[in-house]
């Protein structure tokens, strides 16, 4: 809600001229109150949550039928069906109306607590690109210590196990978890934001990224063209995919964005011992394809 009725009284309370973008933001909420504009967060998880995955079913029907996009498939001998893909979808959708959902209707007191706002200024992109990063940095740590915990015997058995189900992750089953775990990684989620609050177009923007960035960890592929490459120490799909592939007994590859903590804390280990046992096998089979071929 904006305490100014007019744009003219905004300007005077601004002492300048709103922006373009400004204006927009007081056409569209000025009447509206702050926990109806918190609550946009449900139908944006649930546009991220249903389309975003959706380029990436495509691309697992059109390999299974032709072989397509098989060199870029982290583990290529797995194929989801379109049922399967469907069944998954069906179980988050579940999970989004019975806990998420709700979970936003009721944990506005916390957004109020913290003093997220929603009126003018709006911040300016740097601002916003400052606070994402540090979100990000936030969750990624608090997440590592976390899902630590959820590897433990009993975390493991009554709770994380659910997520493990697919030891070869699809995109859809990036929020696929048991509820427990859906409100306990709410606490990582939120925590950078408490400690940086800014505004509520920032806030949305953390909650859709957060959830963008699980779905390309959890898409199964590994496409060189990612954006997501050019960011330092980025884990991405191979590094998660990873930590699926190993399954229950995984100690490694916690981290849900960035690679140094489990690079700090030693828990990478095994996944680099792979990935260099791989590149080794990968370079004496192309030497030894390269020698039948000269003969
Ligand atoms: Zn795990
Ligand atoms: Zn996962």
């Known amino acids: 809600m904006i305490p100014y009725a007019t744009i003219e009284e905004a300007s005077i309370a601004l002492g300048r001229n709103l922006t373009s973008l400004e204006t927009l933001w007081f056409d569209y909420s000025a009447t509206k109150s ?9 139908l944006f998880l649930f546009l991220v949550f249903s389309l975003v995955p959706l380029p990436l079913v495509f691309v697992e029907l059109a390999r299974s039928a032709s072989g397509w996009f098989d060199s870029y498939k982290i583990q290529p001998k ?8 469907l069944k998954c979808y069906i179980d988050v959708m579940k999970m989004f109306i019975f806990v998420v959902g709700p979970l936003q209707l009721v944990s506005y007191p916390s ?14 992109l740097s601002e916003i690109v400052a606070q994402l990063i540090v979100y990000l940095m936030v ?34 089953a990036a929020p696929y978890a048991h509820w427990a775990e859906v409100l306990i990684l709410g606490i990582p989620t939120f925590m950078g934001p408490a400690i940086a609050p800014g505004h509520m177009i920032t806030f949305w923007l953390w909650i859709a990224l957060r959830q963008l960035e699980a779905i390309e960890t959890h ?9 997501t490459k050019y ?33 700090i804390y030693g828990t990478d280990k095994g996944y680099r011992f792979q990935k260099k046992l791989l590149e080794q096998i990968k370079e004496s089979s192309k030497k030894s394809n390269g020698g039948i071929k000269s003969d």
Not at 34 to 40: E, G, I, Q, S
Not at 221 to 226: L, N
Request: charged share 15%; proline share 6%; with cysteine.
């Open 219 to 227: 898409s199964g592929y590994d496409f060189p063209w990612s954006p």
């Open 78 to 85: 797995v194929h989801y069906s379109l049922s399967d893909m």
């Open 111 to 124: 957004i109020q607590l913290i003093g997220i706002r929603s009126g003018l200024p709006l911040p300016s």
């Open 34 to 42: 702050d926990y109806y504009l918190y609550c946009h967060n449900i």
């Open 139 to 172: 969750e990624d740590y608090t997440n590592y210590w976390v899902h630590r915990f959820f590897h433990s015997k009993w975390g493991y058995e009554k709770i994380h196990r659910v997520h493990h189900e697919y030891t070869a992750p699809i995109g859809y």
């Open 231 to 263: 960011i330092p120490f980025y884990g991405g799909a191979e590094y998660h995919d990873y930590h699926h592939y190993v399954g229950g007994q995984s100690q490694s590859n916690f981290a849900s964005v960035f690679t140094y903590c489990d690079y």
